[in-house]
């Protein structure tokens, strides 16, 4: 007998655990090495929810099948983490992604889908309801980004296929943009919020409201910070998340921006400076928390993306052409610092102003 069963039922706690190692380090280096300072009763729900989201997520990046169909999946995968569908009918709608997927970690990710999917239907009600409540966001969030800008599909032989337009695609608003963020991060500071009031006694120094909002905001920037980072290469597949009226206010079209990048940087360094506002919120956060592993958990992508800012400004224009990334072995040394000193807010701080330079 495998040291999973028992009686030769599958042992739901071991696979959750593998599920929140093996699966969870080999799709997020950086959240897994975050979700690791957590608390036992905070790291189930969170890494469950961080797995379903990147399992939505990656349903709506398979671009080898057209927007329309990638929507209805993510619909029928939403009802499912609702518990509104039967979850054979949620496998075999996602069974024709798994093949299409480059990335073997990905793959291994849709097909453990069951396991997730029964993972939360065994987490206690109160985590199981905000980790469906999350969830709802951002799979509206991932549906909403797909009407924005996939255009399309057309159909040949009778199937529908993604139309590979090379029109560039335009958020309309600041609005737009900010609507985006918070349903796909956002969100998910206000969950880690609840999840950190509930489990945890005595969590922070301010009330939940406030805490609520710095964790929306911080959510926010640490999503940005993604879209600034990637902005050279939604550019080249028809995506521009800058804001439309924006851009029109210098005369410059979406199409415009990768031939004159140096035109597109007023509105780029205007966005930098949001994502800034978004890692403070992240930090005055993480002061205000009293347990030092949470702490030390929630500080980390603000000193990753405080980073990243950093090396994006000093690349300037040329960011929008290279690859802009944090090395490992800088966030190491943060990780290292964190536990030696414990997550002491003077060396969180120093850090911090350290990743900036």
């Not at 205007?270 to 205000?288: I, N, P, T, V």
Request: glycine letters at 6%; aromatic letters at 6%; hydrophobic letters at 40%.
């Amino acid at each position: 007998m495998n040291s999973d069963t028992v009686a030769g039922v599958a042992d739901p706690g071991h696979r959750s655990r593998q599920l929140r190692t093996t699966i969870l380090r080999s799709v997020s280096r950086s959240f897994y090495l975050s979700i690791r300072f957590l608390p036992a009763q905070l790291r189930e729900p969170i890494a469950l929810a961080y797995l379903l989201a990147r399992t939505t997520d990656t349903v709506a990046d398979t671009t080898q099948i057209g927007g329309t169909v990638r929507i209805e999946t993510l619909k029928i995968l939403s009802d499912g983490i609702q518990g509104k569908t039967p979850r054979e009918a949620i496998i075999n709608q996602v069974a024709a992604f798994v093949p299409l997927q480059e990335n073997a970690a990905e793959r291994t990710l849709l097909d453990s889908l069951p396991d997730c999917l029964e993972w939360l239907e065994q987490t206690r009600g109160a985590d199981r309801d905000d980790v469906r409540a999350v969830l709802e966001k951002i799979t509206r969030g991932q549906m909403l980004d797909l009407h924005r800008f996939d255009p399309p599909a057309v159909r040949r032989d009778g199937f529908a296929v993604a139309n590979n337009a090379t029109h560039v695609r335009a958020l309309q608003t600041a609005a737009d943009l900010d609507e985006y963020t918070y349903l796909v991060a956002g969100c998910v500071g206000e969950f880690w919020t609840r999840l950190c009031f509930r489990h945890l006694q005595d969590f922070a120094s301010s009330i939940q409201d406030e805490m609520l909002a710095l964790g929306r905001r911080y959510g926010m920037g640490l999503q940005l910070i993604n879209v600034l980072r990637d902005a050279g290469t939604d550019l080249r597949a028809g995506r521009c998340y800058f804001p439309e009226d924006e851009l029109g206010a210098i005369g410059l079209s979406a199409a415009q921006i990768l031939s004159e990048p140096d035109r597109f940087q007023p509105i780029y360094q205007r966005w930098m400076e949001k994502a800034r506002d978004g890692l403070a919120c992240g930090m005055q956060y993480s002061r205000a928390i009293r347990n030092r592993r949470v702490r030390a958990a929630t500080a980390l992508p603000a000193l990753i993306g405080a980073r990243t800012l950093a090396l994006l400004s000093k690349a300037g224009a040329r960011a929008l052409h290279q690859t802009i990334k944090v090395p490992r072995s800088e966030v190491r040394s943060m990780i290292v610092s964190l536990a030696i000193h414990l997550a002491s807010r003077e060396k969180i701080d120093a850090i911090f102003e350290q990743a900036k330079l």
